[in-house]
């Protein structure tokens, strides 16, 4: 059982942070924000899933097996990075976090080590820059998902 953390990176999920707080940046929306921005979270670059997914297809005894970045990131700083990426600001809205929400998400990887061989390759700053540029060249229909 592979447990994934965050996955981020082109054509990514609409419904997730990293894709959101890029549209919204980028067409000058409101961000929103659940809580003040504090909350860590394990984001993890769609290409190291795949690389991961792949080598757990060989037989393994049952486990359960996270694949993460192990690499947590506060909800500010992913913000303040694709802000440099898009050259623009972004405007923060916040709201009351869900109580039912996390404060952090941090991936143990060392079973995807030791049984897999893996571990992440792509570290946020290269992987952001993928998902600006792809939404950059795909904006004139991007700009249309529906992210909340």
């Given amino acids: ?3 994934y953390f965050t ?3 082109p054509a990514g999920r609409p419904d997730m942070s990293l894709f959101r707080f890029t549209q919204w ?3 000058g929306r409101p ?3 659940y809580g003040d921005g504090t909350q860590e979270r394990d ?4 290409d190291d899933i795949a690389r991961g997914t ?3 297809i060989k037989p393994v005894t049952y486990e359960i097996i996270n694949l993460g970045s192990d690499e947590p990131v506060v909800l500010n700083e992913a913000i303040a990075r694709i802000e440099a990426l ?3 600001k972004a405007r923060i809205h916040h709201e009351e976090m869900n109580p039912a929400d996390v404060k952090a998400t941090w991936a143990n990887i060392d079973k995807a080590d030791k049984l897999l061989g893996w571990r992440p390759r792509v570290k946020l700053a290269e992987g952001l820059a993928h998902l600006v540029e792809w939404y950059a060249a795909n904006r004139e229909w991007a700009k249309e998902i529906r992210t909340g």
């Fill in 43 to 46: 984001f993890t670059y769609v």
């Fill in 1 to 3: 059982v592979l447990r």
């Fill in 7 to 9: 996955v981020y990176g």
């Fill in 86 to 88: 898009t050259e623009k």
């Fill in 54 to 56: 792949v080598a757990a």
């Fill in 25 to 27: 940046i980028a067409e």
């Fill in 31 to 33: 961000v929103l924000v």
